[in-house]
C-alpha cells in the first residue's frame, strides 16, 4: 500500500489540479464553476470553516438507532450493521463506539485508499468527542505503532485508526499485538468481497477464536451477504439502518 500519508496526500493534490484545469476551462467558456466542497478547497491548508461543520450535527438516521447498536455490540463479538447509503454508518458508528468508553479504541478498516483518506480527514476536522486522536494507518508497520503509542501529534494516543483493508490485514499478519488494546474492528464495505476484505475477515474471526485479547468486530455495508457473515462469525441478525434520500435539481447547461 505505501505510506497511506503521503500517497493520500499525493492523491488529493493531483484531485485538487484536475479541479482547478476543468475550472479553467469552464472559466473560458464563460461558465461559472460551482463552489468547491470543503474538502477540496485548498485554502487555509485545506481546513473547513465552522459553517461547513454544521451539517455534521445535522441529524442522520442512524442517530435514532445509537443505543440498540451499542447494545448489539456489546452482545456478541462479531455484529453486522446494514446501513442503506446516506444513513451515516462510516462517519457515526465510530464516534458512537468512541463515546460509550474512555477506554475505546477503534479500527475502521477501508477497502479503497482514497475512502480511507476522507474518512480520516472528515474525523480530524469534526465529529470526534473531546481529546480524541486520530491516526492513519499505512506504511512501515513498526513506525505506525510507534504513532499509534504518541499520538498523531505527539501529545496523546490515538484512539481511532482509518486504514485499508489490506493494512489492516497486514497488521492482523505481522503485528497482531496492535490489536491487542483494540476494543472495535469495524469492516466497511464488506460486500465488496475484494482479496483484502476477505483475508481481513479470516484473520479477524481467527482471532476472535483463538486470541485472549480481541476486538468486537463490525461489520458494515449497504448490500452485505448478511446470511453468510452471520454463519461465519456467528453473529446475531443484522441491524438494519433506513437511509436519507435527498431532492434532485434539473440543471440545463444550454
Same mark, same amino acid.
Given at each position: 500500500?505505501?505510506?497511506?500519508?503521503?500517497?493520500?496526500?499525493?492523491?488529493?493534490?493531483? &484531485?485538487?489540479?484536475?479541479?482547478?484545469? @476543468?475550472? $479553467? &476551462?469552464? +472559466?473560458?467558456? /464563460?461558465?461559472?464553476?460551482? #463552489?468547491?466542497?470543503?474538502?477540496?478547497?485548498?485554502?487555509?491548508? /485545506?481546513?473547513?470553516?465552522?459553517?461547513?461543520?454544521?451539517?455534521?450535527?445535522?441529524?442522520? #438516521?442512524?442517530? $435514532?438507532?445509537?443505543?440498540?447498536? @451499542?447494545?448489539?455490540?456489546? +452482545?456478541? #463479538?462479531?455484529?453486522?450493521?446494514?446501513?442503506?447509503? /446516506?444513513?451515516?454508518?462510516?462517519?457515526?458508528?465510530?464516534?458512537?463506539?468512541?463515546?460509550s468508553s474512555a477506554n475505546a479504541k477503534v479500527v475502521v478498516a477501508q477497502p479503497r485508499r482514497l475512502a480511507a483518506l476522507q474518512l480520516y480527514?472528515?474525523?480530524?476536522?469534526?465529529?470526534?468527542?473531546?481529546?480524541?486522536?486520530?491516526?492513519?494507518?499505512?506504511?512501515?508497520?513498526?513506525?505506525?505503532?510507534?504513532?499509534?503509542?504518541?499520538g498523531d501529534d505527539g501529545k496523546g494516543r490515538v484512539r481511532l485508526w482509518y486504514m485499508t483493508s489490506g493494512v489492516c490485514a497486514k497488521l492482523?499478519?505481522?503485528? #497482531?499485538?496492535?490489536?491487542?488494546?483494540?476494543?472495535?474492528?469495524?469492516?466497511?464495505?464488506?460486500?465488496?468481497?475484494?482479496?483484502?476484505?476477505?483475508?481481513?475477515?479470516? !484473520?479477524?474471526?481467527?482471532?476472535?477464536?483463538?486470541?485472549?485479547? $480481541?476486538?468486537?468486530?463490525? !461489520?458494515?455495508?449497504?448490500? @452485505?451477504?448478511?446470511? @453468510?457473515?452471520?454463519?461465519?462469525?456467528?453473529?446475531? $441478525?443484522?441491524?438494519?439502518?433506513?437511509?436519507?434520500?435527498?431532492?434532485?435539481?434539473?440543471?440545463?447547461?444550454?
Amino acid at each position: 500500500d505505501g505510506d497511506a500519508s503521503e500517497g493520500g496526500a499525493d492523491d488529493v493534490s493531483r &484531485l485538487l489540479a484536475h479541479v482547478a484545469a @476543468l475550472e $479553467a &476551462l469552464l +472559466a473560458a467558456a /464563460g461558465v461559472a464553476a460551482p #463552489p468547491r466542497p470543503s474538502r477540496f478547497r485548498d485554502d487555509d491548508g /485545506g481546513g473547513a470553516s465552522d459553517d461547513d461543520d454544521d451539517d455534521d450535527e445535522e441529524a442522520l #438516521p442512524i442517530d $435514532a438507532y445509537r443505543e440498540d447498536i @451499542l447494545q448489539a455490540v456489546d +452482545a456478541m #463479538p462479531a455484529s453486522i450493521v446494514r446501513g442503506e447509503t /446516506g444513513s451515516g454508518k462510516s462517519t457515526r458508528l465510530p464516534r458512537f463506539l468512541l463515546e460509550s468508553s474512555a477506554n475505546a479504541k477503534v479500527v475502521v478498516a477501508q477497502p479503497r485508499r482514497l475512502a480511507a483518506l476522507q474518512l480520516y480527514e472528515r474525523a480530524r476536522r469534526r465529529g470526534l468527542p473531546a481529546g480524541v486522536r486520530v491516526g492513519l494507518g499505512g506504511g512501515e508497520l513498526d513506525a505506525m505503532r510507534r504513532r499509534s503509542d504518541a499520538g498523531d501529534d505527539g501529545k496523546g494516543r490515538v484512539r481511532l485508526w482509518y486504514m485499508t483493508s489490506g493494512v489492516c490485514a497486514k497488521l492482523l499478519t505481522y503485528k #497482531p499485538r496492535f490489536f491487542d488494546d483494540v476494543t472495535h474492528l469495524c469492516v466497511d464495505e464488506v460486500h465488496e468481497r475484494d482479496v483484502d476484505t476477505d483475508v481481513a475477515l479470516a !484473520l479477524a474471526r481467527e482471532r476472535l477464536r483463538r486470541a485472549r485479547l $480481541a476486538p468486537r468486530v463490525v !461489520l458494515l455495508s449497504a448490500t @452485505l451477504d448478511a446470511a @453468510l457473515l452471520r454463519r461465519y462469525f456467528g453473529a446475531a $441478525a443484522p441491524l438494519d439502518i433506513p437511509g436519507r434520500r435527498h431532492d434532485l435539481a434539473r440543471v440545463c447547461v444550454e
